[in-house]
């Protein structure tokens, strides 16, 4: 037993003194500008899908705000251990463009549009959305070039400007008549919980989808995002005209 402890202490000692080193050489970068911005303000997330057109297009690059709703279990690497509840928690308010994950997949960001609060009631039908019974005002807007929204040659998308009761308002698209999701039964939306859907109505897989992603537990957000960054188109030329705020 002796000549066992001998082995090991010395050894556990020096790797003791070369985290102490470590931690000791990581102080600057720890509280660096960069750093802090990073972790603790605003998190740079790149967008690889439609589901959020025209809020959102493939190839913005956005900022999310990680203290809009508080630190929670992902709001950092590796918090998922060390954080069983948000801090300095907030909630989302309707119209909140949100970044998240999902019970079902942790290791995946989503970016979707709150709609539904804790107790709300959310149904399509015919494509719109009711909250709570109601019909959520929608404005038609002049229909645009689809292609790139709907996946189809020379089709043309509906536009909608959708205004939720707080008063935000934004623009969707309608791709087809009665689409997958464009007719649902009622959902409740349960305490601590969020329900969201993508302003591509018809290419989204949202909380419409309850094998996908369903409801969406306040603790699983990353933050809001705020604003487009940068922005690129196909052919990898910039897309100045995006640059800004989102809403």
């Not at 399509?124 to 645009?144: H, S, Y």
Request: charged residues 20%.
């Amino acid at each position: 037993m002796t000549t066992l402890q001998h082995t090991i202490r010395p050894r556990a000692r020096s790797q003791e003194w070369k985290a102490i080193v470590i931690l000791i050489l990581l102080i600057p970068v720890l509280w660096s500008p960069p750093f802090l911005f990073r972790f603790f303000l605003y998190q740079p997330f790149s967008i690889p899908s439609g589901s959020m057109m025209p809020t959102l297009m493939t190839g913005d690059y956005v900022f999310a705000s990680k203290r809009a709703y508080g630190y929670g279990p992902y709001s950092f690497p590796f918090a998922s251990s060390l954080i069983s509840n948000p801090v300095f928690a907030a909630e989302p308010e309707y119209g909140d463009i949100v970044v998240f994950r999902t019970p079902k997949d942790i290791s995946v960001d989503y970016v979707k549009r709150v709609v539904g609060l804790p107790g709300d009631r959310i149904q399509m039908r015919q494509g719109q959305l009711f909250l709570n019974e109601k019909p959520v005002t929608r404005v038609a807007l002049k229909e645009t070039d689809g292609e790139a929204a709907c996946g189809t040659d020379d089709a043309k998308v509906r536009n909608w400007r959708e205004t939720l009761p707080n008063g935000a308002s934004y623009v969707t698209y309608d791709c087809v008549d009665s689409g997958y999701y464009d007719n649902t039964s009622v959902y409740t939306v349960p305490p601590g919980h969020l329900f969201v859907l993508g302003d591509n109505r018809d290419n989204s897989t949202d909380s419409r989808v309850m094998t996908a992603i369903g409801f969406v537990p306040m603790d699983n957000l990353v933050g809001r995002v705020t604003r487009i960054i940068w922005s690129l188109d196909d052919d990898g030329e910039p897309r100045f005209e995006r640059m800004g705020k989102v809403r």
